[in-house]
């Protein structure tokens, strides 16, 4: 994958924008709070000199009070800023958290059909879920440790400086050396950690593989064998994460001798100072203090860093699909598209999936009120048409027309509004029945729900389930049969009530005494729409207006069931003997 952290950050940053006064106010805390704590042992450095020069003198006793106060007062403000700070950051890093993931949602679900197709589902799932919380990582370590660290050195710095030219050299050469170092090293872990990052990814999609067929394991007999493929990866896994944490030992073995040569150099170079009269008792007081703040803000600087990285490794998985530009576009002038006939027109139309493969050249004109069906072979285009007219893809050249309007200058919504889709293989939201038949008209009563189940003859098994309408049909409607969902299915449909109707293979999943059932409803449901019914069972289309035959993306021989039959060397006549001889039922 392509580096696109500026991308990830321009992102951020944009929905940050609207926030962007709290920003300031955290900003503002920020800086306040760093200056106290590097202000603060300054004031120690007065206390312990004043207790060492007077301890005795009547004024020390009163000097001493004032220099505790002003460490109060300092710290009451530090208390005071570092805690705007938090409740600031707490609400501004879970309400971007939210923008991000309903951007990334509105993005996403945006593209078109073909992208989704190409692409898990679960792995998108976790993208998104990545990126918004990658903002949470990225964001901490930038606010409260990068930023705190540079500002805090700075500071140190600035005032070691101030009080000797040595010593600030001492501190400055020593902290460049420990981040070039640490930097380093991370940079080379770095590399290991994705290799690492790969591997559990490996075993986590190994696991879920076979848990999804684990019916295929017991059946194949093939439990040793998965078995002994997973430990191979999750012997992998270790190798690495042994090397890995190993490297991290080594690393922090590197960290604490630099920690250790860094509090004997300053104090053996302070020593030599106040030998010389220029460092005082408070002094070294100061130097513990400085020390202290700047090993602790050092000591975790490479695994901020490899942090920062995997979070925005993370993130980019996500920011190159917001970066991939939607391949299916409203125009900028797109009109809604009303449909008061339903004429569909497929004039000289010419499609393919790939550059030099075309699918569909087909031009063809349905009348409205129009009940047409369409078979023909495997990969004769039949789906791919329904596809085009959804406008799940962009035609290659000519135009579809709906009521003599070219569906690509109207709005994609309106156009979906007005088409009502039975799929092959419908698919169901996690959620109960009447939630899933009220998807095609959310705005339906309990009535119109119960009426659109019983014209589908879904009620004949809601009726039996402990929960009725309110039962949830699991994950893609898993609970239910194939032909318990397609029902569920034309129950949406019917109750959308679209002008134009498309069934694909719509009785495909049901059995004979279902599919008579279905047949008057489905009689029902076209009455008055222009249909688009797709089929392989022949018998499903017997009744149709019209009968249109594909072959090869093109149409081959269109007329009435009878007309079609008449004709001995017509396509259609040799499936209809094929099924009618019982090949296929």
Not at 117 to 134: D, E, I, P, Y
Not at 162 to 191: D, E, P, Q
Not at 327 to 338: G, N, V, Y
């Amino acid at each position: 994958m392509r580096r696109l952290t500026k991308e990830t950050y321009k992102i951020y940053w944009d929905h940050v924008r609207p926030y962007q006064w709290l920003a300031v106010l955290m900003l503002a805390s920020l800086v306040v709070g760093t200056v106290v704590d590097v202000i603060v042992p300054i004031f120690y450095k007065r206390f312990f000199d004043v207790l060492a020069a007077g301890i005795t003198s009547p004024a020390a006793k009163p000097a001493l009070f004032n220099i505790i106060f002003i460490i109060l007062g300092m710290h009451a403000l530090g208390w005071v800023v570092w805690r705007v700070s938090i409740f600031a950051n707490n609400y501004l890093q879970p309400r971007v958290m939210t923008d991000l993931a309903n951007f990334s949602f509105e993005y996403l679900h945006q593209h078109s059909y073909g992208f989704f197709v190409n692409r898990f589902a679960g792995a998108l799932v976790r993208k998104v879920n990545r990126f918004s919380g990658a903002f949470e990582g990225v964001a901490d370590k930038l606010y409260w440790d990068l930023l705190p660290l540079a500002l805090k050195t700075i500071g140190i710095l600035g005032v070691l400086f101030y009080k000797n030219v040595l010593l600030g050299a001492a501190m400055l050469g020593w902290s460049v050396i420990f981040m070039a170092v640490n930097y380093a090293l991370t940079m080379y872990k770095l590399k290991y950690d994705v290799e690492a990052a790969e591997l559990n990814t490996k075993v986590t999609a190994r696991l879920a593989d076979t848990i999804t067929n684990q019916v295929n394991i017991k059946i194949f007999a093939r439990f040793r064998d998965e078995l002994s493929a997973f430990r191979r990866l999750t012997n992998e896994e270790f190798r690495i994460n042994y090397f890995t944490w190993n490297l991290g030992g080594y690393i922090e073995s590197l960290q604490a001798a630099l920690t250790i040569a860094l509090e004997f150099g300053i104090f053996y170079l302070a020593i030599g100072l106040w030998s010389q009269g220029v460092l005082t008792v408070g002094d070294f007081v100061l130097l513990q203090a400085y020390v202290l703040q700047m090993v602790w803000r050092l000591w975790d600087f490479g695994r901020i860093f490899r942090q920062l990285y995997r979070n925005l490794a993370d993130a980019e998985e996500m920011t190159e699909i917001l970066m991939t530009p939607h391949e299916i576009k409203d125009q900028p002038h797109a009109k809604t598209l009303a449909v008061l006939k339903g004429a569909v027109e497929f004039d000289q139309v010419r499609f393919g999936y790939q550059d030099g493969q075309e699918v569909v050249n087909v031009s063809l004109a349905i009348a409205p009120g129009e009940k047409v069906g369409f078979v023909g072979p495997s990969g004769a285009g039949k789906t791919t048409l329904s596809a085009l007219l959804l406008r799940f893809y962009d035609i290659d050249s000519g135009a579809i027309r709906i009521d003599g309007e070219n569906i690509g200058e109207v709005t994609q919504e309106s156009l979906r509004k007005n088409i009502a889709l039975v799929p092959q293989e419908p698919i169901l939201f996690h959620r109960t029945l009447a939630e899933n038949i009220r998807y095609g008209k959310p705005e339906a009563s309990d009535e119109e729900v119960i009426r659109a189940a019983r014209l589908a003859h879904c009620d004949e098994f809601i009726e039996r389930l402990p929960d009725k309408y309110e039962t949830y049909v699991g994950e893609r409607g898993i609970k239910l049969s194939g032909g318990e969902r397609q029902r569920v299915a034309i129950a949406r449909a019917i109750l959308k009530s679209a002008p134009i109707l498309v069934l694909d293979e719509a009785t495909s999943s049901l059995d004979s005494h279902s599919e008579l059932l279905i047949q008057d409803a489905l009689g029902k449901l076209m009455e008055g729409k222009t249909t688009l019914v797709i089929a392989h069972r022949l018998s499903t289309i017997m009744r149709m207006d019209r009968i249109i035959v594909l072959k090869g993306g093109g149409v081959q021989e269109t007329g009435t069931h009878q007309s079609l039959l008449a004709n001995p060397a017509s396509l259609y006549k040799k499936l209809w003997d094929l099924q009618a001889g019982g090949f296929i039922a």
